[in-house]
């Protein structure tokens, strides 16, 4: 592949970490990094920028699992084989799940989604989220810049930058479109407590 995500990185600076970090995960954030560790970049763009991505991808694969339960895609993560030990972690330990998901491989979609389909409050949720993925950039970044040059010259065999940029600007185009529906959707009526019958 000629063009890498190092490439992303490079020439579209922070936005390009944060492509990355919604579309992939801790590849950008780690290659920006490394670029803040040569004098490209500011890393504290970068832990940004990693912080917002990781953070509005989580949350749209939250939703999705929470709204979409009986959709194609949420029955295609339900058969992924993270899935059943997601679900076993999340009824043991929830809050704890909620923060650590993502610093587990192979939890990055299937961990949000499962929590969307339990009964973890939404709220709470974004609130962990928040500081999880705020934790996860500083963590990346710092990664990236003491790995330095090194973290670049490996990444830019494996990833090619326009994949990753059509993926992010398709991921933030679905999330603007779900909040703005969710936003417009008449709310159900509260349904009414039934008689004990004591």
Known sequence: MSHTINHLVQHYGALGVFLAAAAEGEIGVL???????????????????????????????????????DGRWVAHVKHRRAFAKAMEW?????????????????????????????????????????????????????????????????????FDWHDLLIAGAVLLAALLLFILWRSVRPSAPPEQAQPSGD
């Open 90 to 158: 999340i009824e043991r330990r929830p809050r704890l799940f909620c923060f650590g998901f993502r610093f587990v491989y192979g939890f990055r979609v299937v961990g949000p989604v499962g929590i969307g389909l339990s009964g973890v409050n939404s709220r709470t949720f974004a609130i962990i989220n928040l500081v999880s993925a705020l934790v996860w950039g500083i963590g990346a970044t710092m990664l990236g810049w003491w790995a330095g040059p090194a973290v670049v010259a490996w990444m830019g065999k494996w």
């Open 31 to 69: 290659v920006g990094g490394a670029m803040a560790h040569l004098g490209k970049l500011n890393p504290v763009a970068v832990a940004i920028a990693g912080w917002i991505g990781s953070f509005l991808s989580t949350e749209a694969f939250f939703h999705f699992g929470r709204y979409h339960r």
